[in-house]
């Protein structure tokens, strides 16, 4: 059942991010990524070299379907080399040690969407700062993350309520 819960998650945040959220040009302020979701849900347990290994080949995937030569390569790496620690750092190391399986509210508690939400807004500035790679109009960058990041958190915790009741069984 998890297995497949994945599968199905993984097509559909696939789906979403590369056929809709790439194509919506509403505003120049809007870009949401919710492809990201992906590495914070991999299983607890998962060993830090795995995570590399799925950060690199998930980011080079997204780098192929959105045309953006190596910077979704660039940010997805050092979300995968964090995501333990943040992990850890939002839920407890004696918390986390224990538990095998799908971060989820169920296992987590509330610190489930610390530990998400953390992780977005990571992501956001690591990518937005990499895309605009200059301080120049820096209100307007930081507005960008703004906008982005609310409409990523927003849509990221839509497909958590989703899928996670059924990665979680």
Known sequence: ??????????????????????????????APM????????LPIE???????????????LMDMTMGTVGLNTLVTLPIAFFRRP???AFTGLSDVSKEEGIPSVKRLGSRFY???TAMIILHSLLFYFAEWLSFDNLGTLLLRIACSTLLSLVLCYIILILFTKRLSQ
């Open 114 to 116: 610390h530990y998400v």
């Open 86 to 88: 943040i992990l850890y």
């Open 46 to 60: 998962l060993s830090q070299w795995k995570m590399l290994g799925i950060g690199l080949l998930w980011g080079v």
């Open 34 to 41: 919710v492809y990201i979701i992906l590495i914070v849900m």
């Open 1 to 30: 059942m998890k297995t497949k819960g994945l599968l199905l998650l993984t097509l559909v945040v696939l789906f979403v991010q590369v056929f809709v959220l790439n194509n919506l040009s509403a505003s120049p302020l809007v």
